[in-house]
């Protein structure tokens, strides 16, 4: 629901959001298809000091790479192309909080042990175990993982570099955290026995937290764009309501340790028990999984758009302005507010008032 004002009541189904500004060109064209690349043998590849053992090797333009089954995780480290500054490895995972592009101080790619790894030729491909990576012409090194149903890649090359398929369980529009960079920085403000909560700035002065454990919610504080009523909390609760508020007791720019909140950088993201945010131009995106039902909220210069969640009653601010818990009423029906995991879920939006 994209929300003009907290008591809005008209409802309209969103075609799609803003996108956010991607951290790579998308790889848009599917799986690769590595059936005519030279199939070399793994063995000279593999490093038997590591426990179950793991495939390494570099690409002709520099890259280190590996297979790391035990791990379920295959990828790259060195510089990228077609990435953002600072980028300088790829992970294919099947969880969203690991796979994508990432800058870091900490490669997990590069051989541990031993003499440098082999250079896989350009036309080749290693197979080994559920994984297949080959390198082919232009600095393009390509890796897949499963079939059918359960396939997944990743492409580095100079016209795309990223991982796939798409994140499900997102509306049409909403961005995607594969194109978005994991840096260093876990974002956890303070120290304490149980500070485990990311807190962080986005563009146009908002302050996020993801308070996730077994459940929980995610919200922002601050100028919400669009909003009519003096509306300052955007929310996301697992389970439970997605929405807008009004309070004088924010919940989300409060660490619960004393100690400096980071800016999430446009292009990043961060991940915390099966939530994540990305920090877009203007704003940032949330969502989460919890029980097989995503739902979330988008913040940017163009107001504020939610999907999924339960509904709920609204009930006004009291008139001395204390804290509405409330969030717009929903009239569309149920199948298209909430957000199905197997198939292209929508948004549904009130016009920014004014």
């Not at 969203?96 to 042990?113: E, H, I």
């Amino acid at each position: 629901m994209r929300f003009g004002s907290l008591l809005a009541s008209a409802l309209f189904v969103a075609a799609g959001l803003v996108a956010a500004p991607a951290a790579a060109e998308p790889v848009t064209t599917g799986a690769p298809d590595l059936s005519g690349y030279r199939e070399v043998p793994a063995d000279g590849f593999v490093d038997s000091l590591v426990a179950q053992g793991e495939v390494y090797f570099q690409t002709p333009d520099g890259l280190l790479c590996a297979i790391r089954p035990a791990h379920g995780a295959a990828g790259c480290d060195g510089r990228l192309p077609n990435t953002r500054a600072g980028v300088n490895e790829i992970v294919l995972a099947a969880d969203v909080a690991d796979r994508g592009l990432r800058a870091t101080a900490n490669p997990q790619f590069v051989k541990p042990s031993g003499s440098a790894a082999r250079v896989l030729p350009v036309g080749s491909k290693i197979v080994y175990q559920d994984f297949v990576c080959a390198v082919g012409e232009g600095s393009t090194t390509l890796c897949t993982k499963s079939s059918g149903d359960q396939l997944q890649w990743l492409e580095i090359s100079s016209t795309g570099t990223g991982v796939g398929p798409a994140t499900a369980g997102l509306p049409d529009g909403f961005p995607d955290p594969n194109d978005f960079v994991v840096g260093d920085d876990n974002y956890i403000v303070g120290a304490g026995a149980k500070n485990i909560f990311p807190v962080f700035t986005v563009d146009a002065g908002l302050t996020c937290t993801i308070a996730m454990f077994s459940g929980g919610e995610v919200g922002c504080n601050g100028n919400l764009p669009g909003a009519s009523g003096a509306e300052n909390e955007v929310f996301a609760q697992f389970p439970g309501p997605v929405g807008i508020r009004k309070t004088d007791d924010p919940k989300f720019d409060k660490p619960a340790y004393p100690g400096t909140v980071r800016q999430l950088p446009v292009g990043y993201r961060v991940s915390e028990m099966g939530a994540t945010c990305m920090a877009i131009e203007g704003g940032v995106a949330c969502y989460g999984t919890l029980a097989g039902q995503t739902q979330g909220f988008e913040v940017s210069a163009e107001g504020v758009t939610t999907f999924g969640g339960a509904p709920q009653e609204v009930s006004s601010a009291d008139p001395d302005g204390a804290a509405s818990e409330s969030t717009a009423p929903s009239t569309v029906p149920p199948s298209t507010t909430s957000v199905p995991t197997t198939s292209g879920p929508t948004a549904s939006s009130v016009p920014p008032v004014g």
